[in-house]
């Protein structure tokens, strides 16, 4: 199934500080049709500098806008972070291939850093669906456990992991769980989808992963973000981000 990806100039409807570094901007725009793990592209800026757009996981869609989350850690997201209410960017999406949601098994998420974002929506669809939904996520310090609040609000059963205090990864907990017939859903940095990679093909379970690369144009013209996989080069903005952690033949 594909979605109507378009440019728009939208308007900021609020970006605020959730935390130091880490923003929610709501744009005035609701497209169509949104699966979850899609992306958005944004231009921070109006000038040529910087020429290009940034990809943004889809954090929400409600009735009065989208929300991204972001961390702040280049010129572009530096920039995102001036942006005022009644301020207006261009939006290109919603892009890509989303998470597969089975119908047939439960699933577990697995999320590190600002891998937290996609699985809001992930976790409002399978609560759709009548699923139960289980969240293993970790981050580096404590005060970035702020990203996952939302996501506890909806009922996720979450295993929280401060690297700093818990000296472990969300894939060690992983690791101790039963995974059994779930399919395991990742996002977060390439070393953790490579572990959780691993660990899945080691118990002979389902795993997708959500892939980041840097992107220029988003839409599978510039080649830009081409990855490796089973099947020669894709392109991880038409063909992923989410791709079956088969696909990617990496090797434990
Ligand atoms: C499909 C996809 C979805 C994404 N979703 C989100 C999201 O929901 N929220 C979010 O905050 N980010 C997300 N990102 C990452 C985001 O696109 C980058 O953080 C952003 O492009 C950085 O732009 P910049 O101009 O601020 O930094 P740049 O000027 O491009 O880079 C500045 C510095 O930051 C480093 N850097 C760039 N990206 C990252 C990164 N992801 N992590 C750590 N260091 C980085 C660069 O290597 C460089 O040193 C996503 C990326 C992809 C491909
Ligand atoms: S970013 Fe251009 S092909 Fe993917």
Known sequence: MTTISITETVEVISNIAISPGYHRITLGWTPLEVRPGQFVMLKTSPTMDPLLRRPFAIYNIHDDGTEILYRVVGRGTALLSRLKRGDRLDVLGPLGKGFELPEDRETIMVAGGMGIVPFYMVAKELLKMGKTTQLIYGVRREEELILADDII????????????????????????????????????????????????????????????????????????????????????????????????????
């Open 153 to 252: 609000g909806l009922g996720t059963e979450a295993h929280l992991v401060v690297e700093e205090r818990d000296n472990m990864l969300p894939t060690d907990i992983l690791e101790e769980m039963t995974i059994g017939d779930r399919r395991v859903l990742a996002c977060g940095p390439g070393g953790m989808l490579k572990k959780v990679a691993s660990l899945c093909e080691a118990r002979g379970a389902e795993c997708m992963v959500s892939v980041e690369t840097s992107m220029a144009c988003g839409m599978g013209v510039c080649m830009g973000c081409a990855v490796k996989t089973t099947d020669g080069y894709r392109m991880v903005c038409a063909d992923g981000p989410v791709f079956d952690a088969k696909e990617l033949g990496w090797k434990g």
